[in-house]
């Protein structure tokens, strides 16, 4: 079955504890996204990559550090998380570059993440 | 990219249709359109995609019209289980880093 996962689904933490978020997909995709969801504003990409060690920031990168050492992980790392990084997560992955003919965008569960 | 406008919010009650419209005025040539279903604290789940003309699966239909700068979302004899967000997404062919998801609209369907 094609899965996006992500853990933790819920997570309460303090400022500046650093803390990663995981994301593992089992669809071979190329491409790899994160988006944080706040109410009112949408959808917001944070990062994105297309191949292993290529990277780069999306609209809301700020705060935020990835990694793509192998083609099935990206983690989303909060080196210093602040209270404005309160928010819910999400992982996303695709065959292809954007959302044209056959490449689906799969997303994970969603992270819950709390900063106090 | 372009740029989507829809409805914020839409009623329906069950076993009716319900129509959804997206414009997208500056629509590229490559461009395709596709639509996401988002329930409360889950993800954006896939439910078509078209590029014009008409598109039908097991959940939705898709009619996009000839000039192609807008397109509507068609679900059959909604149920309760089908109130969520829907997103209109457009373009993204040499921008997967430009993936815009917007307010989307809000559909709650009523017994």
């Given at each position: 079955?094609?899965?996006?996962?992500?853990?933790?689904?819920?997570?309460?933490?303090?400022?500046?504890?650093?803390?990663?978020?995981?994301?593992?997909?089992?669809?071979?995709h190329?491409y790899?996204?994160?988006?944080r969801?706040?109410?009112?504003?949408?959808?917001?990409?944070?990062?994105?990559?297309m191949?292993?060690?290529v990277?780069?920031?999306?609209?809301?990168?700020?705060?935020?550090?990835v990694?793509?050492?192998?083609?099935?992980?990206?983690?989303?790392?909060?080196?210093?998380?602040?209270?404005?990084?309160?928010?819910?997560?999400f992982?996303?992955?695709?065959?292809?570059q954007?959302?044209?003919?056959?490449?689906?965008?799969?997303?994970?569960?969603?992270?819950?993440?709390?900063?106090? | 990219?372009?740029?989507?406008?829809?409805?914020?919010?839409?009623?329906?009650?069950?076993?009716?249709?319900?129509?959804?419209?997206?414009?997208?005025?500056?629509?590229?040539?490559?461009?395709?359109?596709?639509?996401?279903?988002?329930?409360?604290?889950?993800?954006?789940?896939?439910?078509?995609?078209?590029?014009?003309?008409?598109v039908?699966n097991?959940?939705?239909?898709?009619?996009?019209?000839?000039?192609?700068?807008?397109?509507?979302?068609?679900?059959?004899?909604?149920?309760?289980?089908?109130?969520a967000?829907?997103?209109?997404l457009?373009?993204?062919?040499?921008?997967?880093?430009?993936?815009?998801?917007g307010?989307?609209?809000?559909?709650?369907?009523?017994?």
């Open positions: 079955e094609a899965q996006v996962t992500q853990n933790p689904r819920y997570l309460i933490t303090v400022t500046g504890k650093k803390l990663t978020v995981t994301c593992s997909q089992n669809m071979n190329e790899m996204s994160w988006y969801q706040d109410p009112g504003l949408g959808l917001r990409q944070i990062y994105y990559s191949n292993v060690e990277t780069d920031k999306g609209d809301v990168p700020e705060g935020y550090k990694s793509r050492k192998e083609k099935r992980n990206f983690p989303l790392i909060l080196e210093s998380p602040s209270p404005n990084q309160t928010s819910l997560y992982c996303a992955s695709s065959s292809g954007g959302i044209d003919s056959g490449n689906t965008i799969y997303f994970g569960e969603g992270s819950w993440l709390t900063v106090v | 990219l372009a740029k989507t406008t829809q409805p914020i919010s839409m009623d329906s009650y069950e076993g009716q249709e319900v129509n959804i419209t997206c414009s997208h005025n500056n629509i590229a040539t490559n461009d395709y359109i596709t639509w996401y279903q988002q329930f409360p604290s889950q993800g954006p789940r896939f439910i078509i995609q078209g590029y014009k003309t008409k039908t097991e959940v939705a239909s898709l009619f996009i019209p000839a000039d192609r700068k807008s397109s509507t979302l068609s679900l059959p004899r909604v149920s309760l289980s089908d109130t967000v829907y997103y209109c457009v373009g993204a062919s040499r921008g997967y880093n430009k993936l815009i998801f307010a989307g609209t809000r559909l709650a369907v009523h017994p």
